[in-house]
């Protein structure tokens, strides 16, 4: 783990090079390291870890240095910092999530809810509601809601252009929102 400030710079700032990335000048790379306890701070209230905080640290002063240019004087330096860690810490939050493999033999109808007269009602009143639509809503929602293709994908399988499905699904959901309510 790098402490001394100056390492951390002059380590970044060889990382940097060494991968072919323009280097900033030494005021920038200066307001950077000046800028490292602040970010701790709030890398420490993004992620609760204090390994992970300062992995986070390392990672946004090495994206600020890298990406030095897209900064605009004037502006300011800690927001620009905080934004790139933020960006970071929810990139990397997304990439950890994992969906949970259940065993299906271990399932129960307590689990998913059979057992309860309304989840069965409200599926019937959702399932009626999603039959008495237009079929080309009906077809608009269950390509992008039910098998979670996107809006240009669903309008090529339908064979219209892309704002006319998002316009179908709009207007369906919208309907099925009237009936339900």
């Keep these: 783990m790098i402490r001394n400030h100056n390492q951390l710079q002059r380590s970044s700032?060889?990382?940097?090079?060494?991968?072919?990335?323009?280097?900033?000048g030494?005021?920038?790379?200066?307001?950077?390291?000046?800028?490292?306890?602040?970010?701790?701070?709030?890398?420490?209230?993004?992620?609760?870890?204090?390994a992970t905080a300062e992995d986070l640290v390392q990672e946004t002063a090495l994206r600020a240095l890298v990406h030095a240019d897209?900064?605009?004087?004037?502006?300011?330096?800690g927001a620009w910092l905080r934004t790139i860690m933020r960006n970071l810490h929810i990139r990397?939050?997304?990439?950890?999530?994992?969906?949970?493999?259940?065993?299906p033999g271990q399932i129960t109808i307590s689990d998913i809810g059979l057992n309860r007269p309304e989840w069965n009602t409200d599926m019937e009143d959702a399932s009626r509601a999603y039959f008495a639509l237009p079929p080309v809503q009906q077809e608009a929602i269950y390509l992008v809601s039910v098998?979670?293709?996107?809006?240009?994908?669903?309008?090529?399988?339908?064979?219209?252009p892309v704002g006319t499905l998002k316009s179908r699904v709009s207007r369906g959901r919208i309907n099925l929102r009237r009936m339900l309510d």
């Design 147 to 160: 098998t979670g293709n996107t809006y240009a994908a669903a309008a090529k399988l339908s064979g219209c």
């Design 70 to 77: 897209q900064f605009r004087v004037g502006t300011n330096l």
């Design 13 to 24: 700032l060889e990382t940097a090079s060494a991968v072919g990335l323009p280097l900033v």
């Design 26 to 50: 030494q005021d920038m790379g200066r307001d950077i390291v000046d800028s490292l306890a602040t970010l701790r701070k709030f890398a420490s209230r993004l992620t609760n870890n204090s």
């Design 92 to 103: 990397e939050s997304r990439r950890n999530l994992r969906i949970d493999v259940v065993d």
